[in-house]
């Protein structure tokens, strides 16, 4: 079955930095676009960023954009996200997902906070 | 694209009809195919979102027929038709006309 296993969540002050990891498995993972997608504390989901299967294309929100780089490793089946720069508002917990028709399977999600 | 979900919470009673609606700020119908890029989602306490409808009315497998979508353009509903216990939690409705943008919640509590 599908699975998606995030890493790489910690506490992290603002300005600095943070690599997140996805590891994926039961499913040809150079098949499908893939997305990182965000939900703070008692907030509904914001996506964050996807990329294409290939890894040749990359879309991100306003808000990431110039900060947040994704890629993916199809020979690893991973997904990451690297997150420069971060701010307060960042803290979420950041899920993987991969993306068919939409997003249909998410993975569990890893905690990014950011706190002085 | 914004979406906009009401009522932000309601409670129904076991085996009574829950019905939840989202609008978006633009028309989510893509001419060429003639399908509404809306999606919902289910989510429960500690646990990521589950997709429960795509295309604004397909059923997702294994998803109980008791879940049903609806609408067209701006205007959408997600009907519960006879609440479950288990069916407690958060529904977002999202769109995928361009990128992805979900709303802020509906939580569905029992009476």
């Known amino acids: 079955q599908v699975q998606l296993v995030e890493s790489g969540g910690d506490l992290v002050q603002p300005g600095g930095s943070l690599r997140l990891s996805c590891a994926a498995s039961?499913?040809?993972?150079?098949?499908?676009?893939m997305s990182w997608i965000r939900q703070a504390p008692g907030k509904g989901p914001e996506w964050v960023s996807f990329?294409?299967?290939?890894?040749?294309?990359?879309y991100y929100a306003d808000s990431v954009k110039g900060r947040f780089t994704i890629s993916r490793d199809n020979a690893k089946n991973s997904l990451y996200l690297q997150m420069n720069s971060l701010r307060v508002e960042d803290t979420a917990v950041y899920y993987c997902?991969?993306?068919?028709?939409?997003?249909?399977?998410w993975g569990q999600g890893t905690l990014v906070t950011v706190s002085s | 694209i914004v979406m906009t979900q009401s009522p932000d919470s309601l409670a129904v009673s076991l085996g009574e009809r829950a019905t939840i609606n989202c609008k978006s700020s633009q028309s989510l119908l893509y001419s060429s195919d003639n399908k509404n890029y809306l999606a919902w989602y289910q989510q429960k306490p500690g646990q990521p979102p589950k997709l429960l409808i795509y295309?604004?009315?397909t059923r997702e497998s294994g998803v109980p027929d008791r879940f049903s979508g609806s609408g067209s353009g701006t205007d959408f509903t997600l009907t519960i038709s006879s609440l479950q216990a288990e069916d407690v939690a958060v529904y977002y409705c999202?769109?995928?006309?361009?990128?992805?943008?979900f709303g802020q919640g509906t939580k569905v509590e029992i009476k």
């Open positions: 997902a991969r993306e068919v028709t939409t997003t249909d399977y």
């Open positions: 039961g499913f040809t993972f150079s098949d499908y676009y």
């Open positions: 990329i294409s299967n290939s890894g040749d294309a990359a």
């Open positions: 295309w604004a009315s």
């Open positions: 999202q769109q995928f006309y361009s990128t992805r943008t």
